[in-house]
């Protein structure tokens, strides 16, 4: 195996994996108060201590804290280089634990074991994986863990998700 990036990246497919791998999100994301305020909105969520200030500093925390399900998402996310970026299909998410909260300014960075992986009885050159997911934020502590479940293709059906329409144009620079 070479020690090069690739020229093309195709993300991974489920005949790179094997049962134990491990991978750390290369990029954070640090939360700003508009993901969380936007994300709060969005979603309809209606408790006061993601978007309301003086209500959040009469808490325990003292200040307004990052809404969970956005955590979710981003640890979620912040996986999908590493494992799912051809998969598409998450099957399930369970066991999911948001030990610590997260706060506007903080930086998430995702940890991934794979679990589990076998082929779909429904679906040829599919397999389903299973891995553990976990956010670790600045300081390095758990802020959220979970497994996740979800289809993804192997190489022989790699061709079928290149999407690129190409062109006949001349470079013109």
Known sequence: M?????????????????????????????????????????????NQIHFNVPFAEATRFGKPIVNSTLTLAIVTGLTVADTSENGGINLE???????????VGDTIWAESEILDLKPSRSDEGVSIVSMRCRGVNQQGEVVCEFRRTFMLPTQVRADELDVYPGTEDPWSV
């Open 2 to 46: 070479s020690d090069q990036a690739p020229k093309e990246w195709r993300g991974r497919f489920s005949d790179d994996l094997t049962v134990g791998d491990v991978f750390r999100s290369r990029l954070g994301r640090t939360i700003t108060e508009a993901d969380n305020v936007w994300f709060t909105c969005l979603t309809m969520n209606t």
């Open 93 to 103: 998410w369970t066991d999911i634990k948001l030990p610590r909260p997260v706060f």
